[in-house]
């Protein structure tokens, strides 16, 4: 079955630092690839996508690649800011020999809080 | 506007008690979904629905029922309410292909004791 999985948190960052959050996963067909941010007390939102191998999804500063040959779509932001504190989810959206109907496969979530 | 709304945003049940959180959405969605959100374990699929009259089960279906009579509402219904139900519940939407970005709703936390 497809499955995601993401680096252990929390992460603690200072202002400005430059953040890397792994994602990698396991999926049997095509997936498009997401990463939802959720603030405290939210629903979550969508951060970036991408579809297809080596597209690069990009949104706020934040990026990631669709590695294809590592099965890999880790997230990345040069310069955080402390407004960026949040859960970021990491998901799958898998098409397999027709449609997945949107479903999405989550990995556990990954709380970054970023200090002045 | 809404978007995605759910209510209520809290509820404490008791065990063997039963209730139905609310979802609907605005934005003329055929596809809806509802997922439990534990403590660092991600989301997980309860039920999906891909129109109005047309449901089925995700991962984790047990204790859960659901109907789709219009393609605003997809309510969650819970029957004898167990402490392992003890979670927040998302309902989302969207346009149901695998590329397309799922919708959220703010979430109902519930707890069950």
């Known amino acids: 079955g497809n499955s995601v999985t993401q680096m252990e948190g929390p992460v603690t960052l200072s202002e400005e630092a430059f953040l890397t959050i792994n994602c990698t996963y396991t999926a049997t067909g095509y997936p498009s690839l997401f990463w939802y941010v959720q603030y405290p007390g939210e629903g979550l939102q969508l951060l970036l996508k991408?579809?297809?191998?080596?597209d690069k999804g990009s949104n706020k500063g934040f990026e990631a690649t669709y590695r294809k040959e590592t099965t890999s779509f880790h997230l990345e932001k040069g310069s955080v800011q402390v407004s960026d504190s949040a859960v970021y989810f990491c998901a799958l959206s898998d098409r397999l020999g027709g449609t997945s109907y949107g479903k999405l496969t989550f990995g556990q979530g990954t709380i970054l809080t970023v200090h002045p | 506007n809404a978007g995605v709304t759910q209510t209520p945003k809290f509820r404490i049940l008791k065990i063997g008690q039963s209730m139905t959180l609310q979802c609907a959405q605005d934005m003329n969605h055929n596809y809806m979904y509802w997922y439990r959100q534990d403590p660092g374990m991600g989301l997980k699929l309860i039920y999906y629905s891909v129109g109005a009259g047309i449901t089925d089960k995700g991962e984790v279906p047990n204790g859960y029922n659901v109907s789709r009579s219009t393609t605003e509402d997809f309510p969650l219904r819970l029957e004898l309410a167990a402490p392992s139900q003890t979670s927040v519940y998302f309902c989302?939407?969207?346009?149901?292909?695998?590329?397309?970005?799922?919708?959220f709703g703010p979430g109902t936390r519930l707890t069950v004791t």
């Open positions: 989302a939407s969207s346009w149901g292909q695998e590329s397309y970005e799922q919708y």
């Open positions: 991408a579809t297809k191998a080596d």
